[in-house]
């Protein structure tokens, strides 16, 4: 296939039919000149998940990925219907979809730097940390987090109430624990087993609105660039589980899936960073 003969092609349909801005065609024609580099075989949907992954862990930001994945939308609509291509390969990827199959995630040495940001000599400082380890040792949702009561831990695991108030058990690390103990030694008085485990400024059970915010201040702190959210915490626990070998039952559970599908996704940036790893390490290749 000819791709700048497609591209021309293409340009000059949006241009002339669609009345896009000269910004919006330049955009649209970077993106796609970027993904059509050294591909001359057929594309298929999974070419275009795994060039937007890439995107994605070369640090580009949400919104770029999002306008290439539209142009990339636009473009194989307009190939399909002129006759250059016989199939759609984003016909059945919806922007749903996608996200799901491309989620942000941060490195081990990202989380470190995440982890150790929140200053816990200060209330909200031990507030934060126990946030941040508990979100990365259990990959709970935010609203999960935000339910925790303290009865809701235990030694080695804690109780979480999930969508539908379905309830399940999770195991949680040393680390996360004692900061949680830290925290409710040094700045909480006995509120009772009852009390919601994390507290806003006000003495109220936390929003999830604040824990978006400081996990973002955080990231800005110590300097990561990535669009992150408590959301990332989860992804990157599940990713890194199953780097480290994890069936992918047992991070279904943990993670509360009804689907194994939903949980799935995580297995083709594994497999990608397994592959990286391999381009980059290994000493024949």
Request: glycine content about 8%.
């Amino acid at each position: 296939m000819n791709w700048n003969t497609c591209i021309g092609d293409f340009l000059s349909f949006i241009g002339a039919e669609k009345g896009l801005s000269v910004n919006t065609i330049e955009a649209y024609e970077r993106d796609i000149r970027r993904f059509t580099e050294e591909k001359d075989q057929e594309i298929k949907e999974e070419t275009i998940v795994s060039h937007l992954s890439e995107l994605k862990e070369k640090g580009y930001a949400s919104s770029s990925v999002y306008r290439t994945l539209m142009a990339l939308r636009v473009f194989f609509r307009f190939l399909k219907r002129e006759g250059y291509v016989a199939k759609d390969p984003t016909a059945l990827l919806d922007s749903p979809k996608m996200w799901q199959l491309i989620p942000e995630v941060l490195s081990s040495d990202e989380v470190e730097r995440l982890l150790h940001a929140p200053d816990r000599e200060c209330e909200e400082g031990a507030r934060d940390k126990a946030i941040l380890e508990t979100l990365y040792a259990t990959g709970i949702r935010v609203s999960e987090l935000c339910g925790l009561s303290v009865h809701d831990v235990g030694d080695t695991e804690i109780r979480v109430r999930g969508k539908g108030g379905k309830e399940r058990v999770v195991p949680i690390g040393e680390e996360a624990l004692l900061a949680i103990d830290h925290y409710l030694a040094n700045f909480r008085d006995d509120g009772g087993k009852e009390c919601p485990l994390f507290l806003s400024k006000r003495g109220k059970r936390i929003g999830r609105t604040t824990v978006w915010e400081r996990v973002k201040h955080y990231a800005r702190v110590v300097g990561i660039e990535k669009e992150i959210s408590p959301h990332t915490l989860r992804h990157s626990f599940a990713t890194h589980l199953l780097d480290h070998g994890a069936d992918l039952r047992v991070i279904q559970e943990m993670l509360g899936h009804a689907d194994i599908g939903t949980t799935e996704r995580y297995t083709h940036l594994s497999k990608k960073r397994l592959f990286d790893a391999f381009d980059t390490f290994h000493p024949r290749n």
